[in-house]
């Protein structure tokens, strides 16, 4: 009748890395997105300025100096 010994440090290392590992999950879900999305994200924005930029007429910033 013996029983199986356990080291109680190793498991309560597992237990912290699994919680971890479920948190980091949570995280990847709620604020995460992937390179390809954030890439788009970039070129829209990007073509938005310059279409933006296209349709300025020159010379309307120009301010009279005081």
Known sequence: MTADLINLRLKRKDKA???????????RARFGRTGAEKARARMENKQ???RLDGHRLVGSLDLPKS
Do not use: F, I, Q
């Open 17 to 27: 890395r699994t919680e971890r590992a479920a948190e980091a999950t949570a995280n």
């Open 48 to 50: 938005t300025k310059d």
